[in-house]
């Protein structure tokens, strides 16, 4: 079965370390995406990508970073400059961009927690 | 800027129908949709609406638009223990890369 696969699905870190989570897709979707979910605040964007090579910021890029080195692939580093980087991050991807109706397709999350 | 609401609470007796309000700000969305999510785990793509429709049907679901408001609807007929979870509502805004997300609702169910 197609789907979106995110790991590890719990990850603790220690503050000042770099952190990077995977998110691999095999529904061969061009673009992936990657949210920060927090109580009661909804979905906000970090990064996206609409063509391997290329990804663009999102709303909160500020400390993360990514990669697009394979269509399948998007992971997230989180650095040791996001200020509050302890949350739910989700992965998603569409088959193209949201000008058609190209809905997302999640991942089921990493719960990360740095102390 | 785009920015979709919803309020962050509902409970209903089960077997009641529920109905999970949204609003959004950006008249140039052609696509709105309803995601839900469970406990620990991703969104998952409810159904959705093209903007030139005012009804959508699907099963226990519907959804109603009223576009000149800005205002969508979603309205789950007898409501199930199993409809526990948190509705997003969303927006595919004038941006063709981003889809815009409220914050969520979550549907609680009394016996």
């Known amino acids: 079965d197609g789907g979106i696969t995110q790991s590890p699905k719990y990850l603790f870190r220690k503050e000042g370390q770099n952190v990077t989570l995977s998110c691999e897709q095999n529904?061969?979707?061009?673009?992936m995406y990657w949210y920060r979910q927090d109580p009661g605040q909804g979905l906000r964007l970090i990064y996206y990508?609409?063509?391997?090579?290329?990804?663009q910021k999102g709303d909160i890029a500020e400390g993360y970073s990514v990669s697009r080195e394979k269509k399948e692939s998007f992971p997230l580093t989180v650095t040791s400059a996001q200020k509050n980087p302890t949350a739910f991050y989700l992965c998603?991807?569409?088959?193209?961009?949201?000008?058609?109706?190209?809905?997302?397709?999640f991942g089921n999350g990493t719960r990360l927690t740095v102390t | 800027g785009e920015d979709v609401e919803q309020s962050l609470f509902l409970s209903v007796r089960e077997g009641d129908s529920s109905v999970i309000n949204c609003t959004y700000t950006?008249?140039?969305?052609?696509?709105l949709y309803w995601y839900k999510q469970e406990p620990g785990a991703g969104l998952q793509l409810l159904t959705y609406?093209?903007?030139?429709?005012d009804m959508k049907q699907d099963q226990r679901l519907t959804v109603l638009l009223n576009k000149k408001d800005k205002h969508l609807s979603l309205r789950i007929a007898d409501t199930q223990t199993g409809d526990s979870a948190i509705y997003f509502c969303?927006?595919?805004?004038?941006?063709?890369?981003?889809?815009?997300f409220g914050s969520g609702t979550r549907l609680s169910i009394r016996p």
């Open positions: 950006d008249s140039s969305s052609t696509y």
């Open positions: 969303a927006e595919n805004g004038s941006s063709a890369s981003k889809i815009i």
């Open positions: 529904l061969n979707h061009d673009a």
């Open positions: 609406i093209f903007s030139n429709m």
């Open positions: 998603a991807s569409s088959a193209r961009d949201g000008s058609y109706n190209s809905p997302l397709h």
């Open positions: 990508s609409q063509i391997v090579n290329d990804f």
